[in-house]
């Protein structure tokens, strides 16, 4: 097997951004040792951290480096320091700057919940077992971008969706679909929104002519937050389009007990992707030594499978994962009562899985 070459940039951030990428970046050279890649990384600021030694939250630097990256693994931004609503600039800015430069338009968020931590969710253990689901939230248009108008008696925001706009997303999801149980949900508000109907005819349409092995079904957005809740273990891939997605993406991370334990990726037309877990910076325990990596080794899992096409690798991230959780290796945030870990020994413990 000829090994792979690639270049990840990784950007720690704020907080225990740094930590939980650290123990990331130690899992992807325990893979690059064990399958015989090649990984080189390269670390650049963003955030809080940008903010104090170069006056921006995304430095020209940072936005380069990630152009010409093959991917990028990210922490978290943003901390008390920074978070004055007055401010000029404030951490949150370089994350939609970074989306928008590197044109991501597909945010995915997998929930799986792991038998061992079935009791760490307020939903019944029942309902959740084997759940597996990933969300794929449309990006970059629907109302969060549209125009804007505020008068003193009234204001509106205008919800946009373009053809090629629908069509990019679908495939995203049509794809991921038929690499897995090949079940689609897609989630609209066809019974009332225009751009429903739009987005609901257009995913038919190339769900049906390029994904034909893959079952289609269509829900509309207040039932999907039911049965999301009430049979969470019945779906696969849900696609939808962004505030809905914002919405049920949340709602879905709850299935899983703990912010920790959450992955994300967001893509674009090529392979270069941005990976980061779900949580913040957590400034209540940064620093401590005991934030939960596992979110973020499980976004350098997805960052091998969808960004370098290593999907074996991928599988041997997740199960190495998987194993540590049913050992109970368990930092502060889902030990409950029982014994915690570090966070560098719930890193070691997946990377010894690894190698
Ligand atoms: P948060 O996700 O940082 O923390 C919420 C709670 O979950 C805290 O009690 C924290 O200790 C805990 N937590 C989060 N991740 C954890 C982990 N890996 N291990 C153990 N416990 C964990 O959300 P917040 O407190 O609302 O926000 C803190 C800062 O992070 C704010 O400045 C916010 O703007 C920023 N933020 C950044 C991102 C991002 O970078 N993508 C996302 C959300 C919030």
Known sequence: MSGRKARIVVLGGDGIGPE????????????AQRFGHQFIFESHLIGGIAIDETGSALPSQTVSACGTADAVLLGAVGGPKWSDPNAKVRPEQGLLAIRKALNLFANLRP?????????????????????????VRELTGGIYFGEKQRTAESASDLCTYTVAEIQRVARVAGKLARARR???????????????????????????????????????????????????ASFDVMVTENMFGDILTDEASMLAGSLGMLPSASLGSGTLGLYEPIHGSAPDIAGKGIANPYGTILSAALLLRHSLGLEEEA??????????????????????AGASVSTRTAGDAVVNRLL
């Open 111 to 135: 929930v799986t919940v792991y038998p061992a931590l079935l009791d760490a969710s307020t939903i019944k253990p029942e309902v959740l077992r084997g759940t597996d689901i990933v969300v």
């Open 182 to 232: 090949k079940s689609l949900v897609s989630i609209d508000k066809a019974n009332v929104l225009e751009t429903s109907r739009l987005w609901r005819s257009t995913v038919e349409d190339v769900i049906r002519k390029e994904f034909s092995d893959v079952k289609l079904e269509h829900m509309l957005v207040d039932a999907a937050a039911m049965h999301l809740i009430r049979r969470p």
């Open 315 to 336: 599988q041997a991230v997740e199960n190495a994962v998987a194993g540590a959780v049913s050992e109970r290796i368990f930092t502060a945030d889902i030990a409950s």
């Open 20 to 31: 939980v990428t650290a123990e990331a970046v130690r899992v992807l050279e325990a893979v």
